[in-house]
């Protein structure tokens, strides 16, 4: 089966993954994660995306970001991991491939599933037994969101700065939110949609997706269509 064009949409946030080939380390130590960021930093606004949260796992990049064009996301990951990877196998060294193939993403309905994308990766250093809160875990976007430092890299959602009418009401509305946790289902819903390269969100949303990008957003139904039965003579 022909592999279906990455799913790209200006305008609208995407969940980003990006994977150690085999599920091996991408990032050996505090140097290596700092590299990471500074060319994210740089790459950011040359490609016309904005970056809303990101989250630095040893083996995995994931990101939440709304490109501004249709090349901005691809331009972006390109730009980052050619010059990742060399750095990466110069410091190491080793040679040959960094990541697993192409980098995952999922488009989201802001409204519907922003900010539990969000809450669900600064949640998951803690759920990887990483960090005992996710306040404690540096490679997160968490700490910006919940007042605890400032990142100028980040630029915070519409459904973020809902939560209040000041930043201390947003901060600690937020920091609830992560506490909380993520329900399974959402958490299994955005994880799915963001490895298969879906959309993600109610009908209304996905129906001018489809006609805009002209192929499938959302993941066929499971099983044969049904058989029409002839009408009678």
Partial sequence: MARLPRLTIPGYPHFVLLTGNDGRVVFADDQDRRAWLARLQAWLVPCRVRLHAYVLLPSQVRLLVTP????????????????????FNRRHGRSGTLWEGRYRAAVLQPERHLLTCMALMDARPVADGLAARAADYLWSSHAHYAGLRTDPMLTPPPAYWALGNTPFAREAAYTAQVETGVPDEHAIAIERAGRGGWALGDAAFLAPLHEQVKRR?????????CKQTAAPG
């Fill in 217 to 225: 957003v959302s993941p066929a139904r499971a099983g044969r269509p």
């Fill in 68 to 87: 501004e064009d249709a090349d901005g996301l691809p331009r972006l990951i390109q730009a980052i991991g050619r010059d990742y990877v060399r750095y």
